[in-house]
């Protein structure tokens, strides 16, 4: 079993950053690709970026590439995603996720076989 949490999020204006943090447990984390999605009040959760299990290869939604980075640290097994020029459309509860294959990027919710509590993100305009 593999546990997730979230840190990070908080209320920012826009223009501002944040970064949020994974931490994950129960399996060595280089074997797991790792996801963050999101869900806004009234909306489906969706994908924001994913990154495989070594950490070469990254996916980004449209919506947010060139704004939001994905990483993770093996070492610390841990998982980042850093926010810039965040906008209020951005407001929602993040979630970090765990794929079981260790080289995947997917972005589909169901690729999903662990998931964190959330965290909430607010950018005010």
Known sequence: ????????????????????????????????????????????????????????????????????TISRDNAKSTQYLQMNSLIPEDTAVYYCAADQRDNSYASRRYDYTYWGQGTQVTVSS
């Open 1 to 68: 079993q593999v546990q997730l949490v979230e840190s990070g999020g908080g209320l920012v204006q826009a223009g501002g950053s944040l970064r949020l943090s994974c931490a994950a447990s129960g399996r060595t984390f280089s074997t797991l690709s790792m996801g963050w999605f999101r869900q806004a009040p009234g909306k489906e959760r969706e994908f924001v970026a994913a990154i495989n299990g070594r950490g070469g290869s990254t996916s980004y939604a449209n919506s947010v590439k060139g704004r939001f």
